[in-house]
């Protein structure tokens, strides 16, 4: 299996097949069908959910073809993620980017870094899957079918999907915090545009990486515009209990099968 040197299978035979089934799996999830099965979220506006949905689909889990376009870009944001150290790195020391942006900053940088490692656990959580599926895709048969899909999720360790789990309501947590996700998007501008300046210093995929990672923050923040603190507490713990409640069902479901 072709992997590229973060450890993704994306350019794998038949992956393209697995972005797909996700993606259906998705939408059955948090179809007016399958909510109606949680009537403590009725509150929750159909219009607010699907701005949930495209958000996913448009960012973590995107049609295979622009997955590729991404594929580098992907890989840059990790490194940065995964040592939040070059953050500084690029803007200084500590005591001057506090200066420069406030009290928060520490706290706005490590709810950014939280945020952005959702993107990383869930293609993560990808390949996971993938090594799961690929028998199955191979002897031709459908991983769509719901059935089918189900048992594969089954088959995934309690931690990663435990983990996979945490890591998208921190994002959305993220995104709901007005005041905070205003002051990542401007330190990472800034970062942006000081990488820019040194082009002798950072590559256009690093770059890339970064923008990637702004363009994922700055298109999440009118999903939580219009609603109070309630209706988002609702919001995030409806995620959870679903997503909770989506696993167990596939292992129940995977151990009888």
Do not use: C, W
Request: glycine fraction near 4%; hydrophobic fraction near 40%.
């Amino acid at each position: 299996m072709t992997k590229n040197k973060s450890g993704s299978s994306i350019h794998a035979k038949d992956f393209k097949v697995l972005i797909d089934a996700y993606r259906e799996s998705l939408k059955r999830r948090y179809s007016e069908k399958n909510l109606s099965r949680f009537p403590e979220f009725s509150a929750i506006s159909i219009s607010t959910v699907n701005k949930l949905v495209n958000y996913f689909l448009e960012f973590l889990y995107p049609p295979y073809e622009e997955r590729l376009k991404l594929d580098n870009a992907f890989e840059s944001l990790a490194s940065f993620v995964h040592k939040p150290s070059k953050f500084l790195g690029i803007i200084g020391n500590l005591g001057a980017a506090i200066f420069r942006f406030g009290k928060h900053f520490p706290a706005a940088i490590r709810s950014g870094i939280a945020a952005l490692s959702s993107y990383l656990t869930a293609h993560r959580f990808e390949n996971v899957l993938f090594e799961n599926a690929r028998p199955y895709i191979e002897k031709g048969e459908n991983i769509s079918d719901e059935t089918e899909f189900n048992r594969l999720i089954g088959m995934i360790p309690r931690h990663e999907a435990e983990k996979f789990r945490r890591d998208i309501i921190e994002l959305f947590r993220t995104l709901s915090k007005k005041e905070v996700l205003v002051k990542i998007i401007e330190i990472m501008d800034d970062i942006i545009t000081r990488m820019k300046e040194k082009k002798n210093t950072y590559t256009e995929n690093e770059i890339s990486g970064i923008e990637m990672g702004l363009f994922i923050l700055k298109r999440g923040t009118a999903i939580f515009d219009e609603l109070d603190e309630a209706q988002i507490r609702l919001i995030l713990h409806a995620i959870d209990e679903i997503e909770k409640e989506f696993f167990e069902t596939a292992v129940s479901h995977s151990i009888l099968s």
